[in-house]
């Protein structure tokens, strides 16, 4: 279905339309039209995402070296964490053992904002850099719903990233936090069995 296009004529300073034409270049708009759409909907994107229960997207960066004892299992922990808001989870080796992890994230602007602190907080990554936007400037929306009940405290707890049933070196153990229950976390007591 085609959009019905309105022309309106715009009036702006020589100044205004030198910079303006020097941004469509390099770009690479396909016209003054283009990049003016282009800077109406980044406004109406920031204004519509100031509500923190926005409809959001947002794409995370992380950098780390995959050398690093139990960065794997960090990461895999907090993705886990995630998952609902999780849409997509690319992983890519770079040179000298170093890794970059690429996240696409759909839900609350609350919550991706929260997903992107916890995964940039994650011991051993050295760098993340988060982008949010808004699928509602091209009409969209991300369809994530909540239909659960429970908390998001419990829904986003931080349990051990080593699955029951891996040995830890014994420093790791000792510094292993209590779940409340007495038991490791990760031990099947902390988990019920």
Not at 29 to 49: H, V
Not at 131 to 155: C, F, I
Request: aromatic letters at 4%; glycine letters at 12%.
């Amino acid at each position: 279905m085609a959009h019905r296009v309105v022309r309106l004529g715009v009036s702006m300073e020589p100044e205004l339309l030198e910079v303006l034409d020097r941004w469509v270049a390099g770009r690479n708009s396909g016209s003054r039209s283009d990049a003016i759409r282009a800077l109406i909907r980044k406004e109406l994107a920031e204004k519509s995402l100031a509500d923190p229960e926005a409809d959001a997207v947002g794409c995370l960066m992380l950098l780390y070296r995959h050398d690093l004892p139990e960065i794997l299992e960090r990461v895999t922990a907090a993705e886990h964490r995630w998952g609902e808001h999780i849409r997509s989870s690319s992983h890519v080796h770079l040179e000298g053992g170093s890794c970059m992890q690429i996240l696409g994230l759909a839900g609350k602007r609350r919550e991706l904002e929260a997903a992107a602190e916890d995964l940039r907080g994650i011991r051993g990554v050295a760098y993340g850099g988060f982008v949010l936007g808004t699928p509602s400037v091209v009409g969209g929306a991300t369809g994530h719903r909540h239909p659960h009940d429970r908390p998001d405290e419990e829904r986003h707890r931080r349990p051990d990233p080593v699955p029951t049933g891996i040995s830890r070196p014994a420093a790791s153990r000792a510094s292993a936090s209590s779940s409340g229950s007495g038991a490791p976390r990760g031990s099947k007591a902390a988990f019920g069995g």
